[in-house]
Antibody
Framework: EVQLVESGGGLVKPGGSLRLSCAASGFTFSTYSITWVRQSPGGGLEWVSSTSSTSDYIYYADSVKGRFTISRDYAKNSLYLQMNSLRAEDTAIYFC?????????????WGQGALVTVSS | SSELTQDPAVSVALGQTVRITCQGDSLRNYFASWYQQKPGQAPLLVMYSQDTRPSGIPDRFSGSRSGNTASLTITGTQAEDEADYYCNSRDISGNHNWVFGGGTKLTVL
């Protein structure tokens, strides 16, 4: 069974940092591009960042560029999102998703999401 | 603001056909994907490459594109199709940035 399980969410003050983890199982992690998508409370979906299967190509939304860093540990079948200089507008559920990208995001597998709340 | 525009809400009678649209200049050059999201759940891919259904998605779902508009059509809508639907494509710049439409809440009457 394919599973993506996010962890590391929580409450953090503005300007603080948080690292989200995404543990993958049930599929060949090293052959999939992985993407982070977030959803603000009651809001729509927003693409955050994507990394290619080999980590050779990494892309960020302008809203997080310079503050967030995506990385993956192939030995642990895990993906990470290091979030620094957090702002109130970063408050959202963060989903990791496996699939591919090109004209569009083809995200076949999704985690259940991790809630990040940025508030003083 | 999203570069892909969707109607915020659409309703359809049970068993009828509904078309959910997504407009944006980038769609003239790029295909779209579509996601279904039910309350409290992660999104589910229901269409990609404009008109390709992933395994397990019923064939009552179909996709198309015309000009700057991508469409997701549900033929013979079922109660379980009630959900939010999001389109996705690259942004107009052509850079490796992707955008989602604002979402359409589908109500099945």
């Amino acid at each position: 069974e394919v599973q993506l399980v996010e962890s590391g969410g929580g409450l953090v003050k503005p300007g603080g940092s948080l690292r989200l983890s995404c543990a993958a199982s049930g599929f060949t992690f090293s052959t999939y591009s992985i993407t982070w998508v977030r959803q603000s409370p009651g809001g729509g979906l927003e693409w955050v960042s994507s990394t290619s299967s080999t980590s050779d190509y990494i892309y960020y939304a302008d809203s997080v560029k310079g503050r967030f860093t995506i990385s993956r540990d192939y030995a642990k079948n895990s993906l990470y999102l290091q979030m620094n200089s957090l702002r109130a507008e970063d408050t959202a559920i963060y989903f990791c998703a496996g699939g591919d990208y090109g004209d569009y995001l083809r995200l076949d597998y999704w985690g259940q999401g991790a809630l990040v709340t940025v508030s003083s | 603001s999203s570069e892909l525009t969707q109607d915020p809400a659409v309703s359809v009678a049970l068993g009828q056909t509904v078309r959910i649209t997504c407009q944006g200049d980038s769609l003239r050059n790029y295909f779209a994907s579509w996601y279904q999201q039910k309350p409290g759940q992660a999104p589910l891919l229901v269409m990609y490459s404009q008109d390709t259904r992933p395994s397990g998605i019923p064939d009552r779902f179909s996709g198309s594109r015309s000009g700057n508009t991508a469409s997701l059509t549900i033929t013979g809508t079922q109660a379980e199709d009630e959900a939010d639907y999001y389109c996705n494509s690259r942004d107009i710049s052509g850079n490796h940035n992707w955008v989602f439409g604002g979402g359409t809440k589908l109500t099945v009457l």
